[in-house]
């Protein structure tokens, strides 16, 4: 969960302060605070109250809340949107890691003369050994490996600003910005938290589902502060000159260091996307009865081909980043906003309080405002790379 909320959108968090100065600080505390509610209230949906009013677990995944939610509509309606845009969330993010490996080894290794189509390629054969993933414990090992070179990474370039600390300035900081370059900061601070399709599956494959909410608390507190203390030091140690992403500020030698170790959190961060969205098309495939996995050669059929379509869409897709903020807006803010907080109102609203409804109705309306801000400046940036505008 902690590796979940610390992706590769971090580097950009001091280029995002830089364009939404004090406001920024304030949104990375609000983005930790709304995603650990949204995530709590989807795990809520999965429970319903039995005759002795204990809470019993009634549904499995993000599929069955859906359906339980339309199920006047269409018994399935809600399930297929619900796994239709899970699955091109996670294979976007598949796709992305590949995108960021092939562009991290071209930038380490640049008298190579190797295009980053071709070191994508090349990061593709380490992660072939996926294919055999069976269970969200081998995942969770190697998300904690993950998380120990992101630690590395934050040390890494925190302690160099440490050592630059003669030249920050808190003038440096914005009191007004642009609407627009706002927008954009906004996108990136929330959608580094998002993790909510991952969790009925997490909460499911819990020793203790009991302690599930304190668990979520803690990890957004601690990658609330890990984020709020590297994007500050970053900032005020390169102000304006703050890059997109801020690995490029840092001199030649700790470049390279913190690439390939960026390098090896993309290709371990690579594992529960995939886990989680071979599960969803398996589960669809064999009508839900996936447990034991019945057909291993089937099994393996799944996740090979899914492992090839990633490396195509990241060795073929022109403009691929335009087009993953483009599906991030819609896919991302709907799982992480919209949808948890709708489920709720509909699955609970009997026994919501005044406070907690106008909580999940806020909620929404701020997601569906992110969405519709993110699709508009995704569009436009890509009608600017084709010349539309």
């Not at 996108?187 to 203790?208: A, W």
């Not at 909620?363 to 890509?382: E, M, R």
Request: charged share 10%.
């Amino acid at each position: 969960m902690f590796n979940g909320g610390q992706g590769i959108f971090v580097l950009g968090l001091p280029y995002a302060l830089l364009h939404s100065g004090y406001s920024g600080l304030f949104l990375i505390i609000l983005a930790a605070a709304l995603c650990c509610y949204t995530g709590k209230i989807l795990i809520a949906c999965l429970y319903e109250e039995n005759e002795e009013g204990q809470l019993v677990r009634v549904r499995d995944t993000y599929e069955d809340i859906a359906n339980a939610c339309c199920k006047k509509l269409s018994p399935r309606l809600g399930g297929v949107f619900v796994n239709v845009t899970q699955v091109m969330e996670l294979v976007m993010t598949c796709v992305l890691y590949l995108v960021v490996s092939g562009n991290l080894l071209s930038h380490s290794f640049p008298y190579v003369p190797v295009t980053e189509t071709t070191w994508s390629a090349i990061a593709f054969v380490t992660l072939l050994p996926c294919v055999f993933i069976k269970t969200l414990k081998i995942v969770s090992k190697l998300s904690q490996l993950c998380s120990l070179v992101h630690l590395v990474i934050i040390l890494v370039v925190t302690t160099y600003c440490l050592t630059q600390i003669h030249r920050w300035s808190w003038a440096k900081f914005r009191l007004s910005v642009e609407f627009e370059d706002f927008l954009v900061s906004v996108g990136v601070i929330i959608f580094s938290y998002t993790s909510q399709i991952f969790l009925p599956t997490l909460e499911g494959n819990m020793k203790n589902p009991g302690e599930f909410s304190c668990m979520l608390n803690w990890t957004h507190f601690f990658a609330c502060v890990l984020k709020t203390t590297f994007a500050l030091t970053a900032f005020l140690t390169w102000g304006e000159e703050t890059k997109e992403v801020i690995t490029d500020n840092l001199p030649s030698f700790l470049q390279t260091l913190v690439n390939l170790c960026l390098l090896t959190k993309a290709l371990l961060s690579y594992p529960l996307p995939f886990f989680a969205a071979t599960e969803i098309v398996y589960a669809c495939i064999s009508g839900g009865n996936h447990s034991n996995y019945s057909s291993p050669l089937f099994a393996l059929g799944v996740r090979g081909s899914f492992l090839l379509i990633t490396l195509l869409m990241a060795m073929f897709i022109p403009h691929f980043a335009l087009l993953m903020g483009l599906t991030g807006s819609v896919t991302g803010a709907a799982m992480t906003f919209l949808l948890p907080s709708l489920f709720h109102l509909k699955l609970k609203w009997k026994k919501l309080s005044f406070s907690e409804k106008c909580a999940d109705i806020s909620v929404f309306i701020l997601g569906f405002l992110c969405s519709v801000a993110g699709t508009v400046c995704s569009i436009k940036g890509l009608l600017q790379v084709f010349g539309g505008v």
